[in-house]
């Protein structure tokens, strides 16, 4: 990367016995701070602006997964997953033949296809949702109220948590961020995932043309000398890139 030079500042880690079982994300710095990996039986929220990382972040863990022996479930909500570009990433045939990509066409189809999604669990190590909210921004004001589609929303995320905590599966579940009054950016419908959520990822791009730096910051996580923990990384053809800790006031 180019600008700043790399910081040394490192986790403060105390190794204990895990409770859980993990599973490695691929990103080892990342995997170091969360001793291991995600915890299996996990929502993990993942929430940002477009073009801040938090699909091709879910791509990059989904292929390590997958390479692991795993299937992987990609629900496409709004259509825009590039076969190609994960491709690039996985650089397997074979293993990119163990994807199963699902595309809903509408808000009670996605709540639909989220249920059924226990039907085909046999060897599948990841499930991500790329976002679950894209209905829900689009079609509250013009269809129904907001309490419709935050109930949709509650609905949706219980089956991925009763799939998670049964099929010991991490769910990688990608959201929109919103500005609250004061302009500090929240996910959106924040109140139904703080009730499901084991981790939460803010994603955010401080569009510097000169490096294209992106940040994912830790603002919650079962580890608690996680929370906080702030990263810089680049995108590439072949997904997360020059992942390093970072002075949180960066990020800001």
């Not at 993990?44 to 990059?60: Q, R």
């Not at 994960?86 to 033949?97: E, P």
């Not at 803010?202 to 910051?217: A, G, P, S």
């Amino acid at each position: 990367m180019s600008g700043s030079k790399p910081s040394t500042k490192r986790a403060l880690i105390k190794l204990r016995p895990r409770d859980h079982p993990v599973i490695a994300t691929g990103i080892p710095l990342l995997d170091e701070v969360l001793q291991g990996g995600f915890r299996k039986d996990s929502i993990i929220h993942l929430y940002g602006e477009p073009g801040s990382g938090k699909t091709t972040f879910a791509m990059h863990v989904m292929a390590h997964i997958m390479h692991e022996g795993w299937k992987g479930i990609w629900v496409d909500v709004n259509h825009a997953f590039s076969l190609d570009k994960f491709a690039k990433i996985v650089q397997d045939a074979k293993t990119l033949k163990t994807l199963m990509l699902v595309q809903p066409t509408s808000f009670q189809h996605q709540t639909q296809l989220i249920q059924n999604i226990k039907l085909y669990l046999d060897r599948v190590g990841i499930v991500v949702v790329d976002p679950i909210t894209h209905y829900y921004r689009a079609e509250r004001f013009t269809e129904a109220s907001q309490g419709f589609f935050q109930e949709l929303i509650d609905t949706q995320l219980g089956g991925l948590v009763g799939i998670a905590h049964m099929q010991q599966i991490p769910i990688l579940v990608i959201n929109y961020a919103t500005l609250e009054q004061n302009g500090a950016k929240v996910p959106l419908v924040a109140r139904g995932f703080q009730r499901v959520e084991r981790y939460r990822f803010y994603f955010c791009d401080k569009n510097r043309e000169e490096d294209h730096i992106k940040y994912l910051t830790i603002e919650y996580a079962p580890e608690k000398y996680a929370q906080q923990q702030t990263f810089a990384f680049q995108i590439t053809a072949a997904g997360i890139t020059g992942f390093q800790l970072k002075p949180t006031e960066e990020a800001e």
